[in-house]
């Protein structure tokens, strides 16, 4: 079979059009033949089945040689369509002359009445023009039919249509594969820009913290991945917070007709340290009474940090006659109790979940052989080295005592500072360990400390064993008695004879005791501080972590949280530590 579009081929073959056209002529006539022969019925069929193609071919020539030769000066092209439509039409009517009418005959004759839709009903879109009638006599029959088919196939309009939306489709490719791969590039560079300020601002926990060098380790740990980007950092020392931002240029790999110039990459990220205030004092007894205790005119001052209770005892925190906490946060796993002259700021927030020991996992020097036996320094001024103290030091009548850089084991008995002697020491550690360790710095003296700034016990001013050996204080101070209900003026209630308290007791009772600056860690002692005048205030910062801590008389022991003022390290899991690092953007 013939189908129209057998009539065109690209580049046009006018030969092989002129021997498709005789074949046309030549079915027509042996159809002719078959029907005078009496072959109806398969000349029927046969007649049918090509007459549609034939029909179909022919007004497609028809068609397209009409559309060359109307509207144009009197070419020799316009003048062989002219010739190739009326041949055209000339097969057409000899194939009506046969008699025989199809579904596909009725639509033609329609068509050549001048009826459009008809005619596209019978042979397509190929044939959707007007058919004019003319008279030319049949010649250049091959030229008309390549013109036709030219302009009617449907291969070409789809080549013409790719080579037009090719371009645009390469350059949406390119637009997307450039998209994800500046996507891909900004969340690298936005996760190396969290991490760096999450980093750095855990040095505001570490040690001391100033601008410059917190912005130092942002920008190497961002560097360190993209060493291309430019960043910036703001650091608040006070807020605890670091932001870090960070550019650089993103290079298109494909779109650079629609990108213009090379677009930028900007990310930023802010990290606090934030959920709690920073703890400054922890007492760990999950149930004694009174385990934070103040009585009398003493006062606990630790306005930028938290103080916490373990005891979930109702009486956990207490404060009697005219005591005065102020604090961050008051927080206490069990109840509280006051009495009427008694002031607790902010009130304080009960049943708080119990704080595991966050020094739990710091363990103690390893003690070697006794350097000092029962070492008493009286009178005069000294400089001791670090060792291991057996029986004890003893500093007395006026002695002015420096220790030297490091550790100083005090082994089986206590350290004491007594009848105005002074002891001054910076960048040392003292470990309390065995039986009869403890620490008493008595009235009248002075007492300088700093603790180490490095080396397994950093940041640890005072570390007393956590095994509990029994070291009482020398004279006994009786355990606080807990008061019954959270305004009462008197005492009561008791139920017999109070549990025994912690090991281990030490005293704090100078009145010149201004600079304890590092942690002060008693998991199994109880501290008692009893003097006149402040405690600590002159130090940059002051943690307590203790099994109990009363407070006697007037003293103000002043816990303050300016971390960023010395180099000391904080011990991770108190001070800010307190607190989690989180990016707040």
């Known amino acids: 079979m013939v189908g ?37 019925v398969a000349a029927t069929a046969i007649s049918g089945a090509t007459r549609e193609e034939l029909v179909t071919c022919l007004n497609a020539i028809i068609a397209t040689a009409t559309t060359i030769a109307s509207g144009r000066a009197p070419t020799p092209e316009a003048v062989r369509a002219k010739e190739i439509t009326t041949a055209a039409e000339a097969m057409l009517h000899k194939l009506w002359g046969h008699g025989e009418t199809s579904e596909a005959d009725t639509s033609l004759a329609t068509a050549q009445s001048g009826t459009q839709p008809a005619l596209s009903h019978a042979c397509g879109a190929a044939c959707t023009m007007p058919i004019p009638r003319t008279n030319l006599p049949p010649r250049n029959v091959r030229a008309a039919a390549t013109f036709r088919r030219l302009l009617s196939d449907r291969s070409a309009g789809a080549a013409i249509t790719f080579g037009l939306v090719t371009p645009i489709l390469f350059m949406s490719v390119g637009a997307a594969i450039d998209y994800s791969l500046y996507m891909r590039d900004r969340t690298r560079l936005q996760g190396h820009v969290d991490a760096a300020a999450i980093f750095s601002a855990r040095e505001l926990q570490m040690a001391k913290a100033d601008s410059q060098k917190i912005s130092a380790i942002a920008q190497n740990f961002v560097h360190a991945e993209e060493p291309h980007a430019s960043v910036q950092t703001s650091v608040d020392v006070k807020a605890f917070s670091v932001k870090v931002s960070a550019r650089k240029a993103f290079a298109p790999k494909m779109g650079h007709l629609f990108w213009g110039a090379s677009p930028t990459i900007a990310v930023s990220a802010t990290a606090k340290l ?22 009398a005119s003493s006062m606990m001052t630790a306005t930028g940090c938290m103080v916490y209770s373990n005891s979930k005892h109702p009486n956990g925190l207490q404060a009697k006659d005219s005591a005065t906490l102020k604090a961050g ?55 001791l080295e670090p060792g291991v103290y057996c029986k004890g030091l003893k500093i007395t009548d006026g002695a002015e005592v420096t220790l030297g850089k490091g550790t100083y084991i005090i082994k089986d008995g206590p350290l004491i500072v007594e009848k105005g002697a002074t002891l001054n020491g910076t960048d040392i550690s003292i470990y309390l360990t ?19 700034k490095d080396g397994p016990l950093a940041g640890l001013l005072i570390f007393d064993d956590p095994a509990g050996a029994e070291a009482l204080a020398i004279p006994p101070v009786p355990l606080p008695i807990p008061v019954v209900g959270e305004l009462v003026g008197g005492l009561g209630g008791l139920g017999g004879l109070l549990p025994p308290g912690p090991p ?59 971390y960023s003022a010395t180099d000391v390290p904080v011990p991770k899991g108190v001070g800010p530590y307190g607190s989690n690092v989180m990016l707040t953007n």
């Open 4 to 40: 129209a579009t057998s009539f065109v081929t690209k580049p046009i073959k006018w030969r092989q059009l002129s021997y498709q056209l005789r074949y046309v002529m030549r079915a027509s006539r042996k159809d002719a033949e078959r029907r005078s022969r009496g072959e109806e």
């Open 504 to 562: 281990r007791e030490h005293k704090i009772l100078s009145d010149n005791a201004r600079t304890l600056l590092g942690t002060i860690y008693m998991p199994q002692g109880r501290l008692i501080v009893d003097a006149s005048k402040p405690i600590a205030d002159k130090s940059a910062y002051t943690v307590i972590v203790v099994r109990r801590i009363d407070l006697h008389a007037g003293p103000n022991l002043i816990l303050n949280s300016d």
């Open 274 to 295: 934030n959920g709690t205030a920073p703890l400054c004092l922890l007492a760990l007894d999950p149930k004694a009474g009174a385990t934070l205790h103040l009585e």
């Open 329 to 383: 946060i008051v927080c206490t796993a069990g109840g509280k109790a006051k009495t009427a002259g008694a002031t607790i700021t902010p009130e304080p927030v009960t049943d708080c979940p119990v704080m595991e020991d966050p020094l739990r996992a710091r363990t103690g020097p390893t003690v070697g052989a006794c350097r000092f036996n029962e070492m008493v320094v009286s009178g005069g001024s000294q400089l």
């Open 434 to 452: 065995g039986p009869k360790s403890n620490l008493t710095f008595a009235a009248e003296t002075t007492i300088n400390m700093s603790a180490a």
